[in-house]
């Protein structure tokens, strides 16, 4: 192919130089389209349960039939299963984990600001905190246990030591992302220690906080049948606990599937909050 210049003479492109083509641009899925194709995959997933636990390819006690759990959960409901209607369950189990949560955030996002803040600080929190946060809560429970008792306080206790690291952590990290122009700025407009806090630590740093707060709060959950499993008569991790006891396989998969609802149901709250106090993290 040739092409003309503006004196007339043809212009030959070089030996093996192609033509530039534009390449095809991405099409940028929508939100609809993202939360259709996640509608789909679970719906997939359980025509895949439904088909197999008919065929009987698998056994009821590795896998009950979707109605099985359906009937576990009415049952549930009414009262019929561990002697207590299964909304008592659940706002036991509720109270716990966002008791646990909520001092999780009070304390932990000043801990760790002032982690970040300060070097001292930081080397006298980093050795407690980095040592018992990869242990599991099993491995502690019978401290917990011990020091505190069998009421209430050792499981919230245990639920916000789950909770906590992570959150001090990541509000400790959130402080680095407080830039030294931002600040050297602020002090050269005269702010004070605490309006350096407030107006530039404590935005660059949230962002990483809500992070923070999102793992703490499924990490609260997950420890959530650890701690009910302390003398507890009502929870629906104790009532996981029970029904694995006596190989009810029905009763556990409904009891799994109440708490990854509300697990659920707290991520997208935390999701719509970080929009909302952050607009501008993925933007910039």
């Known amino acids: 192919m040739t092409e003309t210049s503006s004196n007339g003479r043809a212009i030959t492109p070089a030996a093996g130089v192609q033509p530039s083509k534009s390449k095809p641009r991405r099409v940028a899925l929508s939100s609809v389209h993202l939360g259709l194709i996640s509608t789909l995959t679970v719906l ?10 008919h065929l009987g390819l698998v056994k009821p006690l590795f896998l ?7 009937n576990a959960f009415i049952a549930a409901i009414e009262g019929n299963i561990d002697g207590a209607p299964l909304t008592e369950h659940i706002v036991m189990s509720l109270f716990r984990v966002v008791s646990a949560f909520v001092l999780a955030a009070l304390i932990g996002i000043p801990v760790g600001l002032a982690m970040g803040l300060s070097p001292a600080i930081r080397s006298m929190l980093d050795p ?13 429970l019978p401290l917990v246990i011990i020091w505190f008792g069998i009421g209430e ?5 245990l639920i916000y030591l789950a909770c906590f690291a992570p959150v001090a ?3 400790r990290a959130g402080v680095l992302s407080a830039s030294s122009d931002q600040i050297n700025a602020a002090r050269a407009l005269g702010a004070s220690r605490w309006q350096l806090l407030r107006f530039v630590v404590f935005p660059a740093a ?9 793992i703490g709060m499924g990490v609260g959950w997950t420890t959530l049948v650890a701690a009910e499993m302390v003398a507890a008569s009502t929870g629906v991790g104790q009532m996981v606990l029970n029904a694995s006891n006596f190989l009810r396989t029905d ?5 799994i599937f109440v708490i990854g609802f509300f697990a659920i149901v707290f991520e997208f709250a935390m999701r719509w909050l ?10 910039i």
């Open 169 to 171: 952590l990541a509000a």
């Open 44 to 53: 997939l997933v359980l025509t895949v349960w439904a088909v197999v636990t």
């Open 128 to 140: 407690f905190i980095e040592f018992y946060r990869p242990l599991p809560p099993l491995a502690y």
């Open 274 to 283: 970080e929009k909302k106090l952050v607009p501008w993290r993925g933007k």
């Open 251 to 255: 009763i556990v998969m409904m009891g």
């Open 153 to 157: 306080t050792s499981k919230v206790l």
């Open 64 to 70: 009950p039939k979707l109605e099985t759990v359906l």
């Open 206 to 214: 949230l962002p990483d906080i809500l992070v923070g707060l999102r």
